[in-house]
């Protein structure tokens, strides 16, 4: 048996030839089905050059294992989310690497209704399944069929705003290489039927997989200057960037100046508190105060969930949460059962600049001055264990509290950090928040690095 090393904590990814490839995509397509008994299953996958022939080797599998494929073509993953709970299915999956670089590939999975499959929730099965090709006969083989849910899609996320609430505005859009560009051309296709005054500046919208604009990665202050200096040029409200798989959108203020994720959880909080008093708000442990302080000052109800799309998801379903949101700029909501999405909330933002008739670095200003953020620093070390240990003990004598939902986390009098490895990069992720005061997160960033300096 060879162990499949593209199997990670909540999804696939791996380095193509070696890690991932067509032989191993069909396994995973076996498995996958036997596992889960599917008799159809949806699939997309994005622009990524080796998308196709991957999405082609798991249909086989899946139709190996008796399971009826449905493509859904070029998508963004949480299309594949749409599908798996707009149609009779029994799951989907998207080949995707999101943000990873251009020689990696993975899959996203779903089950029926857009359940999350995760470690906890049969990857892990399926994993074993795959490595030792331990495949049933089905007696029958599945069929591949094509199908377009793109106007159903567009017109559930559009159902996330009222359109009398908006007033003219200019929007950068930049879809990273072209993943996210058929939705929004079918997006300001649908506003201008009805008369929406809102105006797209496209950049960098055509899908191509050889990645011309670089890794999507937005995360990455190297890759936020197209988008800013866009919004700069042509005076926009707002400028909106979206990763590989578009799961993810980040937002720039009508100065061209990036917005942490982080503060943008708060914000979406807040609307859909005022609206929905009393629920709950699902947040990740990496940077918490501003959304806590928002969400109790809104008569919600926070609550903590280790990081990733699998376990946030699990967690909004457990509490039955309105919206959950992470500071990576993953956004969830309920009435898109429970999944991420990418579109949704720069639709939401759109429309509380119309409603609040504030700009978005108004809208930001004050939060963004109460609690500071580092944002996230990642570090690459031996031993990531034995580092946050070092890290912990470090900061025994002065810390009031300590958490371990995911990683480390300790509260002090005025401060407060979280340090955790990825669950899917080889990296030490660090994040430091404070209160109104940033010569602290420069002064305990440095005393945290020189901890981190004796793992390096």
């Known amino acids: 048996m060879t162990s499949l090393t593209c199997f990670k904590a909540y ?12 032989e191993i995509a069909y396994r995973i397509g076996r498995a996958y089905a036997q596992h889960l008994n599917a008799k159809k299953v949806v699939v997309g996958s994005d622009v990524r050059l080796s998308s196709g022939a991957l999405k082609l080797a798991l249909a086989k599998g899946l139709m190996d294992a008796g399971s009826d494929v449905i493509d859904i073509g070029t998508t963004g993953t949480e299309e594949v989310y749409f599908a798996a709970f707009h149609l009779d299915v029994d799951g989907g999956i998207e080949v995707t690497a999101s943000h990873n670089p251009i020689d990696f590939n993975g899959m996203k999975f779903v089950g029926r209704g857009a359940q999350p499959v995760s470690g906890d929730t049969g990857l892990k099965e399926i994993k074993r399944i795959a490595e030792n090709q331990d495949f049933t006969t089905s007696a029958t ?3 591949l069929t094509k199908l377009s849910i793109l106007d159903a899609y567009v017109e559930h996320v559009l159902g996330f705003i009222d359109y009398k609430n908006i007033k003219p505005l200019k929007l950068v859009v930049n879809a990273g290489n072209g993943t996210a560009g058929h939705v929004i051309d079918a997006i300001e296709s649908r506003f201008k039927k009805e008369n929406i005054p809102i105006t ?9 997989g050889t990645f011309p604009n670089g890794i999507p ?24 960037a979206w990763d590989g798989d578009f799961d993810r959108c980040f937002f720039f203020d009508e100065n061209g100046h990036f917005i942490e994720g982080y503060y943008i959880v708060g914000l979406l909080a807040e609307a859909f508190l005022k609206k929905s008093p ?28 280790k990081t990733g799309h699998a376990f946030i998801k699990e967690r909004m379903r457990m509490e039955n949460a309105i919206y959950g949101g992470e500071m ?20 939401l933002v759109a429309e ?17 001055q109460a609690y500071l953020c580092s944002g996230e620093i990642n570090y690459r070390v031996k031993d990531s264990t034995l580092c946050i240990d070092a890290v912990k003990t470090h900061f025994s004598k002065e810390v009031l509290t300590i958490d371990s939902c995911d990683g480390v986390s300790m509260e002090f009098s005025n401060w407060r950090m979280n340090i955790r490895t990825s669950n899917t990069e080889p990296l030490l992720r660090v994040n430091i ?10 002064k305990k960033l440095a005393d945290i690095e020189a901890v981190i300096s004796n793992f390096t």
Not at 11 to 22: F, H, I, K, P
Not at 433 to 442: L, V
Request: glycine share 6%.
């Open 11 to 22: 999804d696939v990814r791996g380095r193509l030839g070696t890690e991932l490839n067509e």
């Open 141 to 143: 083989r599945g069929s």
């Open 200 to 208: 797209f500046i496209k950049i960098h919208h055509e899908p191509d």
């Open 217 to 240: 990665n937005p995360l990455l202050p190297e890759k936020r200057e197209a988008t800013s200096s866009a919004v700069k040029e042509h005076g926009a409200d707002m400028g909106i």
């Open 278 to 305: 009393g629920e709950k708000i699902i947040h990740d442990p990496r940077l918490t105060w501003n959304t806590i302080d928002i969400v109790r000052k809104n008569d919600g109800i926070p609550i903590q969930s």
């Open 328 to 347: 990576s700029a993953h956004h969830y909501f309920r009435d898109f059962a429970y999944c991420d999405s990418g579109m949704i909330p720069w639709l």
């Open 352 to 368: 509380l600049l119309c409603t609040t008739v504030k700009t978005l670095s108004e809208l930001m200003e004050e939060r963004m």
């Open 433 to 442: 928040e404070t209160k109104a005061d940033n010569r602290i997160i420069h």
